[in-house]
């Protein structure tokens, strides 16, 4: 399995921007996605997890109402447009997969991504 992260940025506050994982590898139809990341100093924390149809997601609370993940399961892409970007929204963001279903628990995600930055400026 292989996920490929991009499309982070500096962005003012305010702003959006819209993070691509392209996975590759497998069949995903079985498999759970998360949007994680972590800030300098900090431990990584989970952003958004969601099966591979998106038919169950969950957000962490500081993102609610401002992130949404999709997914296109013909290209086997996952996304995460972020609205509304915050000074600390400033993270490195990593996606990450893993057989089965959604967990909470990033050590249970068994591939991830090489992590894309993205810098909010207040």
């Known amino acids: 399995v292989q996920l490929q992260a991009s499309g982070g940025g500096l962005v003012q506050a305010g702003g959006s921007l819209r993070l691509s994982c392209a996975a590759s590898g497998r069949t995903f139809s079985n498999y759970a996605m998360g949007w994680f990341r972590q800030a300098p100093g900090k431990e990584r924390e989970f952003v958004v997890l969601s099966n591979w149809s998106g038919s169950t997601t969950y957000y962490a609370n500081f993102v609610k109402g401002r992130f949404t993940i999709s997914l296109d399961n013909a290209k086997n892409t996952v996304y995460l447009q972020m609205n509304s970007l915050k000074p600390e929204d400033t993270a490195v963001y990593y996606c990450?997969?893993?057989?089965?279903?959604?967990?909470?628990?990033?050590?249970?995600?068994?591939?991830w991504g090489q992590g894309t930055l993205v810098t909010v400026s207040s």
């Open positions: 990450a997969c893993r057989r089965g279903g959604i967990s909470w628990s990033r050590r249970e995600y068994d591939y």
